[in-house]
């Protein structure tokens, strides 16, 4: 089964920048899109970026310019670079195969204060 592992999240004040991780176990991560999703209390969980296997990006507007997703296969690892980070941003980050449907990490929680 396999087991996701966010980190890198932390306090941060509007415009800094964060890098957050994500390991994957399992031999099966290189063919799969991956993506970062956030949720915040009382709201649905959005997938905020994803990475295809082959390394194609895409981003919902609202993170578009500021975050950049990537991945090491060889380390089983996505990864997401968060710049000019805004208060809007609050919230905690998962990443996933694209459709969500392996076991969720705990997340990394990102806080950015204004």
């Known amino acids: 089964q396999v087991q996701l592992v966010e980190s890198g999240g932390g306090l941060v004040q509007a415009g800094g920048s964060l890098r957050l991780s994500c390991a994957a176990s399992g031999n099966i991560f290189s063919i799969n899109d991956m993506g970062w999703y956030r949720q915040t209390p009382g709201k649905e969980r959005e997938l905020v970026a994803h990475?295809?296997?082959?390394?194609?990006?895409s981003y919902v507007v609202s993170v578009k310019g500021r975050f950049t997703i990537s991945r090491d296969n060889a380390k089983n690892t996505v990864y997401l670079q968060m710049n000019s980070l805004k208060p809007e941003d609050t919230a905690v980050y998962y990443c996933?195969?694209?459709?969500?449907?392996?076991?969720w990490g705990r997340g990394t929680q990102v806080t950015v204060s204004s």
């Open positions: 990475i295809t296997s082959g390394g194609s990006t």
């Open positions: 996933n195969v694209l459709g969500g449907i392996w076991p």
